[in-house]
């Protein structure tokens, strides 16, 4: 979605509110997740199957859909690190 209109027109602020008056979107996001409260899926065996459909993993295809998440996000820390130590040495050195 994106929002049009003019510069300085509260598009932002409509959206997000303030620290004391919440906007459009974390009230509708608070709705939301308070209205499913007790009514999640405990496990994580299901795989979206294209926008309507859903198919049940088997153990084995659980555990290595975590094996995989687990080392992408492991991948995904490395590759922070290095990039944040990569800058830090460059501002050190100015």
């Known amino acids: ?3 049009s ?4 027109a509260g598009k932002t602020f409509t959206f997000l509110g303030s620290e004391h008056d919440s ?3 974390p009230r509708s996001l ?3 997740f308070n209205s ?11 795989k979206p199957q294209r926008c309507r459909d859903f198919s049940r ?3 084995e295809q659980e555990a290595a859909k975590s094996s995989s998440k687990r080392s992408l996000w492991r991948l995904l820390k490395e ?3 290095s990039q944040t130590s990569g800058r830090s040495t460059f501002l050190d050195g100015q």
Do not use: C, F, H
């Open 79 to 81: 590759s922070d690190r």
């Open 30 to 32: 608070s709705v939301i």
């Open 36 to 46: 499913i409260e007790g009514r999640l899926y405990p496990r994580s065996d299901l």
């Open 5 to 8: 209109g003019v510069t300085n």
């Open 1 to 3: 979605m994106m929002e």
């Open 57 to 59: 993993m088997t153990a």
């Open 23 to 25: 906007g459009l979107l």
